[in-house]
């Protein structure tokens, strides 16, 4: 007797290949914002200023990529307008930064940015330079949480555009960057 109690006990605990599969725990919720190898997109549009006479709005379209906590590698295209003296033009090319989160809550977070792309223009940029440019850029912004997983990011930047001494002229530019964007996880 005891011999069937302990064998019917161990067919109910012990499952057969005939069972079904028990649900995958899984959770397929996004990461935690600046979590350690998640991954966002980020859309941006940009106004930056020479204090002179130069305008140019920018949109960029970025991936970032949380190498660490808070600390992310972003990279994608920017198109820009530029008005300028001698010519207004558009404007093309790759770009990528890194952002450290150096001070991340649950809901914010206030940050440094640095980075370059690489610019081919219609038309030289500034009017006096070349189709293809260099745009280093370092700045400093928020991002704000405005929806569950979607923050607004928002900042100024130093933003320079130059041909590097690559062509005969090098007439660079020394721009203030405004931007915001919106920054959703994948």
């Keep these: 007797m005891m011999c069937m109690i302990s064998q019917s006990t161990q067919n109910a ?10 649900a995958p ?15 966002r997109w980020e859309l941006e549009g940009s106004w930056m200023n020479d204090f002179d006479s130069d305008n140019q709005l920018q949109g960029a379209w970025y991936a970032s990529w949380f190498l660490i906590d808070n600390f992310s590698f972003d990279f994608g295209p920017e198109v820009a307008w530029f008005s300028q003296g001698g010519g207004n033009t ?9 952002r450290w989160h150096f001070l991340a809550r649950d809901t914010w977070s206030i940050y440094a940015d640095a980075g370059v792309g690489l610019m081919f223009s219609g038309a030289n940029v500034p009017s006096s330079g070349s189709s293809v440019n260099f745009t280093p850029r ?10 569950q997983n979607a ?3 928002t900042g100024i930047r130093w933003a320079h555009i130059s041909n590097a001494n690559v062509a005969d002229n090098n007439d660079g530019r020394n721009s ?7 920054s959703l996880p994948f």
Excluded: C, H
């Design 151 to 153: 923050r607004i990011l």
């Design 13 to 22: 605990i012990t499952p057969t290949s005939s069972s079904a599969k028990a």
């Design 25 to 39: 725990t899984k959770d397929n919720a996004p990461a935690k914002f600046g979590a350690k190898g998640s991954w």
């Design 176 to 182: 203030i960057q405004l931007y915001a964007g919106i």
């Design 90 to 98: 558009w404007g093309a090319g790759p770009a990528f930064m890194f």
């Design 138 to 147: 370092i700045g400093v912004g928020a991002s704000f949480e405005v929806a």
